[in-house]
T-cell receptor, first 113, second 110 residues
Framework: NAGVTQTPKFQVLKTGQSMTLQCAQD?????MYWYRQDPGMGLRLIYY???????DKGEVPNGYNVSRLNKREFSLRLESAAPSQTSVYFC????????????FGPGTRLTVT | GQQVMQIPQYQHVQEGEDFTTYCNSS?????IQWYKQRPGGHPVFLIQ?????EVKKQKRLTFQFGEAKKNSSLHITATQTTDVGTYFC??????????FGRGTSLIVHP
């Protein structure tokens, strides 16, 4: 059981470049989330998927898109990276949205220059 | 949307002293969860509180849920260096989408 895995662990992008952050869970969870974490700001929800086939915006969705590829995988895409998107990105999953504990991946540290 | 305030932002303690972090919501909550994040790591679930006035203990950690289900606290008795990290509350209201507090960073001086 790997839990929640994320790739890559680190990434440096130039302004305007695009990339996709990958996330997968092997716990048969229904709901998945993408957060960003900035110093002193806690965890802010970017997008979430309450169940396979659905996605919804969170608190800070601008500049991002997501795809719930199947029950296991939930990817986050930056179409045109900006320095303001420099952050640590965490993927998380839970059995039922808002009712059960979330399991977090190890995070992706992204720097946009 | 749901507002959450978590205080203090930082807390320095000497090893052996107690520590408390507080979480307050502007709305009545369905449940509250607490997480711990070690420096350089990812958040790890500690506990979930659901009932009004609930108190749960995990060794030296005591978690409380307010009677009105609008606030919660985490208390650590006799801190150790292994307690270092940031403690987050995560609130769930009617939408069941959790909102995280900004966290309290605990620094323990040996």
């Amino acid at each position: 059981n790997a839990g929640v895995t994320q790739t890559p662990k680190f990434q440096v992008l130039k302004t305007g470049q695009s990339m996709t952050l990958q996330c997968a869970q092997d716990m048969n969870h229904n709901s998945m989330y993408w957060y960003r974490q900035d110093p002193g700001m806690g965890l802010r929800l970017i997008y979430y998927s309450a169940s396979e086939g659905t996605t919804d915006k969170g608190e800070v969705p601008n500049g991002y898109n997501v795809s719930r590829l199947n029950k296991r995988e939930f990817s986050l895409r930056l179409e045109s990276a900006a320095p303001s998107q420099t952050s640590v990105y965490f993927c998380a999953s839970t059995r039922r949205a808002g009712r059960n504990e979330q399991y977090f991946g190890p995070g992706t540290r992204l720097t946009v220059t | 949307g749901q507002q959450v305030m978590q205080i203090p932002q930082y807390q320095h303690v000497q090893e052996g002293e107690d520590f408390t972090t507080y979480c307050n919501s502007s709305t009545t909550l369905s449940n509250i969860q607490w997480y711990k994040q070690r420096p350089g790591g990812h958040p790890v679930f500690l506990i979930q509180l659901v009932k009004s006035g609930e108190v749960k203990k995990q060794k030296r950690l005591t978690f409380q849920f307010g009677e009105a289900k609008k606030n919660s606290s985490l208390h650590i008795t006799a801190t150790q260096t292994t307690d270092v990290g940031t403690y987050f509350c995560a609130l769930s209201g009617g939408s069941y989408i959790p909102t995280f507090g900004r966290g309290t960073s605990l620094i323990v001086h040996p």
